[in-house]
């Protein structure tokens, strides 16, 4: 097994299973985002999408927070600390193998809107969802307004948007959000079982397969983020102002 690093992030491949694994491990900052974990993450993905021998990537976290999303004073620290966020989605959007995600814990902001583009979700029961945006004066972002209302329907999308409310793991397993619910201790052995699966799968067929499965949403995504990028711009400038 190989492995490389960045504060807050950890990558290794299991080039046996096949499985690249991507893990969020900054428990005492709740697993939220600096740029440098933005940018790592972005350039890790490209490595695994052309790399053979990664079959799978599977996303989790350490600690009892999935992710808070972007880590606003280190971001705020930064001059255009936005484009590493954007480049992780630019890999992550069109990624063109399948992602595992094993969430437990609180996944807010950008710590949910994520896991839309992971193919199969593994939830704890005490995992929990958070589009806190309106609440924050703000607009959806990472294509969100598009993914949310195709994953959850568009009522249910709009309620927990307009409402910045928390979706249990009961509820985002009922509206199709996440695959399976597990408990606490069963989750990063039901999760690594399910990429261990897909990882044994012949690479060529993964992506064709999740290629059909797409269609044209890494596009519609796209233009999503570029809508959103505007109005979140115009939104956080009239907060500061």
């Known amino acids: 097994m190989s492995g490389v690093s960045v504060e807050g992030l950890r990558h290794e491949v299991d ?40 079959h799978v990537v599977l996303l989790t976290s350490v600690g009892d ?8 004073k280190a971001m705020s620290a930064e001059k255009d600390a936005g484009r590493p966020f954007h480049s ?37 029961t005490a995992a929990r969802f958070r589009a806190p945006f309106v609440a924050m004066g703000l607009s959806p972002e990472a294509g969100s307004s598009r993914t949310l209302p195709e994953l959850l329907g568009r009522q249910a999308a709009a309620d927990l948007m307009f409402t910045s409310a928390w979706m249990g793991a009961e509820e985002a397993l009922r509206l199709g959000f996440v695959r399976e619910v597990v408990a606490v201790e069963e989750l990063q052995a039901v999760a ?15 992506v ?5 499965l797409d269609g044209g949403r890494a596009a519609e995504a796209i233009e999503a983020r570029r809508r959103e990028s505007d109005v979140f711009r115009r939104l956080l400038a009239e907060r500061q102002a």
């Open 192 to 206: 690594r079982a399910r990429a261990d699966a897909i990882g044994a799968m012949p690479l060529a067929s993964l």
């Open 65 to 72: 927070v999935f992710s808070a999303g972007a880590d606003t």
């Open 88 to 124: 992780f989605l630019d890999q992550l959007v069109p990624f063109p193998k399948p992602v595992v995600a094993a969430v437990h814990g609180a996944a807010v902001g950008s710590g949910f809107t994520m896991l839309a583009y992971a193919d199969v979700v593994i939830a704890s």
């Open 15 to 54: 080039r046996g299973a096949h499985v690249a694994m991507l893990t969020i491990d900054r428990p005492e900052s709740k697993n939220a985002f600096t740029p440098a974990m933005w940018s790592a993450g972005a350039a890790w993905l490209a490595e695994a999408a052309a790399d053979d021998d990664v």
């Open 208 to 212: 064709a397969t999740k290629a059909l």
